[in-house]
T-cell receptor, first 115, second 112 residues
Framework: AQSVTQLDSQVPVFEEAPVELRCNYS??????LFWYVQYPNQGLQLLLK??????LVKGINGFEAEFNKSQTSFHLRKPSVHISDTAEYFC?????????????FGKGTRLSVIA | ETGVTQTPRHLVMGMTNKKSLKCEQH?????MYWYKQSAKKPLELMFV???????ENNSVPSRFSPECPNSSHLFLHLHTLQPEDSALYLC???????????FGPGTRLTVL
């Protein structure tokens, strides 16, 4: 992707409530899209990725994301969050069929789960 | 993912010191990356190596000097740093550029 935008810098949500973290990308060609999670004082961990095929992608820890080409979005969702989901979440993208460009990351969304 | 390791995990250095950060991956990847993550700032891509050749250098000051002696190891040599260089430095690798990146745990650097 040529750019990736995460619209929300912070998202507070109560425990067991659903959550959606928004991500939009801009690209005129096919893209690969990723969501990463970063817990405090740790590196980034891959949650899920979209390369091709089914637009609904399931990842670890009960998260899923839907690739929407018409809306150029790749929003991350979880139907019921836990306290342990409190972390920073990063959306990233790259140009498919390229292999010569690194990932472009969004600015991150801090998810705070409230007991 | 424990395929990418970084040492040290924490480093405190003075502005006149010289130190090096080390990254190692045994995933068979051909691309390696250095990122800087400062508080309240976006993730900044610093350097990209592909097949041991530097392919990207995003206007990083010369006080940061990367080295990639082979496809499994990546170093970041530091000298005469400034306090604003204090950050979490993350290493990542991927099979090739644009593919899924796997990150190390990072080195928390504090420059006094």
């Amino acid at each position: 992707a040529q750019s990736v935008t995460q619209l929300d810098s912070q998202v507070p949500v109560f425990e067991e409530a659903p959550v959606e973290l928004r991500c939009n990308y801009s690209s005129s060609v096919s893209v690969y899209l990723f969501w990463y999670v970063q817990y405090p004082n740790q590196g980034l961990q891959l949650l899920l990725k979209y390369l091709s095929g089914s637009t609904l992608v399931k990842g670890i820890n009960g998260f899923e994301a839907e690739f929407n080409k018409s809306q150029t979005s790749f929003h991350l969702r979880k139907p019921s969050v836990h306290i342990s989901d409190t972390a920073e979440y990063f959306c990233a993208g790259s140009l498919a069929d390229s292999g010569n460009t690194p990932l472009v990351f969004g600015k991150g969304t801090r998810l705070s789960v409230i007991a | 993912e424990t395929g990418v390791t970084q040492t040290p995990r924490h480093l405190v250095m003075g502005m006149t010191n010289k130190k090096s950060l080390k990254c190692e991956q045994h995933l068979g990847h051909n691309a390696m990356y250095w990122y800087k993550q400062s508080a309240k700032k976006p993730l900044e891509l610093m350097f990209v190596y592909s097949l041991e050749e530097r392919v990207e250098n995003n206007s990083v000051p010369s006080r940061f000097s990367p080295e990639c002696p082979n496809s499994s190891h990546l170093f970041l040599h530091l000298h005469t740093l400034q306090p604003e260089d204090s950050a979490l430095y993350l290493c990542a690798s991927s099979l090739r550029q644009g593919n899924t990146q796997y990150f190390g745990p990072g080195t928390r650097l504090t420059v006094l």
